[in-house]
């Protein structure tokens, strides 16, 4: 079976294993795992912060970032399309008590204009506006990548009214890989930033939040409130270590494979694909317009896994394709040749 349903069921490999095995631990929760600090403190240096903290999931580095910067009553600007809004289970309305306010963007780029007319005026009947979060690479947008200098815009926007600045970079390693632009140099603008080690990386679990170290130890209480604080966890952060080490030079290996299944779908002529959106390790694709909107995109995932492809549909008619390590060229075109199949087969 070829998974292509995300960059997050990957397995560790052999030497990953051994590094992980041969972890220094101690109680993390006292702050005395050296492996733990060690990954905390390379990953602030890597991406240009005072601190950062290993946490279980990109979800919960998000709303921990979005409690430190918020009170209850507040307003947070997101993308419509953000993974915030769709895919954490309205943890900002339970953990901070806060509000999304959505807006339009282009492709996950966050026009500046769009941003200074959704801060709400100085009246007490609205909400205060006190976060930002922008999303780099864009999962629903198919990997797209936010240009450095959209990203500035709203910086320049968020300090002029006094916002917090935050970035879910779960992908930002294959944003660095497509472009050349180092962490640092994305994560700088960002008063916080979430990393994923389990996505593109290929960890089997972890996550990375880092900013000041004063946002980072508030970070680190509601960790431990949140039922987060882990023990022995060396033994995880060894494998994140390894793949920042190891595993960041095989993410343009994985673009290459998008880009070649993205080829041969669209080739077909029976799929809708915005090549200038396969920019990283995601395709997403329309179903041709003769396959019933409400069904296609579930018929055509149900179709490819009986010929052995797992994919995901991500609404009506769409698909989404994602690309990892433990794929191969071979495995690529295999997969697209069934997705193809697929797609005829349902449009005859």
């Given at each position: 079976m070829i998974d292509l349903r995300s960059d997050t069921v990957t397995v560790p490999t052999e030497p990953m294993r051994d590094a992980m095995a041969r972890a220094r631990?101690?109680?993390?929760?006292y702050g005395e795992d050296p492996t733990v600090n060690e990954l905390q403190e390379y990953a602030a240096e890597l991406l240009g912060k005072e601190a950062a903290l290993f946490v279980p999931s990109g979800t919960l580095g998000n709303q921990l970032a979005i409690k430190v910067h918020t009170s209850p009553g507040n307003e947070v600007l997101v993308d419509s399309e953000s993974h915030i809004f769709h895919y954490e289970t309205a943890a900002p309305s339970i953990i901070s008590g806060v509000q999304l306010h959505c807006l339009e963007s282009?492709?996950?780029v966050m026009p500046e204009a769009t941003v200074r007319a959704a801060l709400r005026p100085n009246t007490y009947y609205f909400p205060e506006t006190t976060l930002l979060c922008l999303e780099n690479t864009h999962n629903r947008y198919g990997g797209t990548i936010l240009p450095l200098e959209n990203i500035r815009q709203c910086e320049r926007v968020a300090r002029e009214h006094g916002l917090a600045f935050h970035c879910d970079g779960a992908r930002l390693w294959n944003a660095c890989a497509a472009s050349g632009i180092s962490p640092a140099a994305y994560s700088v603008p960002f008063d916080t930033l979430s990393v994923c080690l389990s996505k593109g990386l290929g960890a089997p679990?972890?996550?990375?939040?880092?900013?000041s170290r004063k946002h980072i130890e508030k970070a680190l209480k509601w960790r431990k409130i949140l039922g987060a604080g882990m023990r022995?966890?060396?033994?995880?952060?060894?494998?994140?270590l390894y793949v920042l080490h190891h595993h960041q030079a095989l993410l343009v290996q994985d673009h290459t494979n998008a880009r070649r299944f993205a080829e041969t779908v669209r080739d077909s002529g029976l799929a809708s694909i915005d090549m200038?959106?396969?920019q990283t390790n995601l395709v997403v694709f329309s179903c041709h317009e003769s396959i019933d909107a409400a069904v296609s995109g579930n018929a055509v995932v149900e179709r490819c896994k009986r010929d052995g492809v797992l994919l995901s549909s991500i609404k009506a008619g769409v698909v989404r394709v994602v690309f990892h390590h433990q794929v191969s060229a071979?495995?690529?075109?295999?997969?697209?040749?069934i997705v193809v199949n697929a797609l005829r087969a349902l449009t005859t």
């Open positions: 631990v101690g109680d993390d929760v282009n492709v996950g679990v972890g996550s990375l939040l880092v900013g022995q966890v060396g033994i995880l952060a060894a494998a994140g200038e959106r396969v071979a495995q690529t075109d295999e997969a697209a040749q």
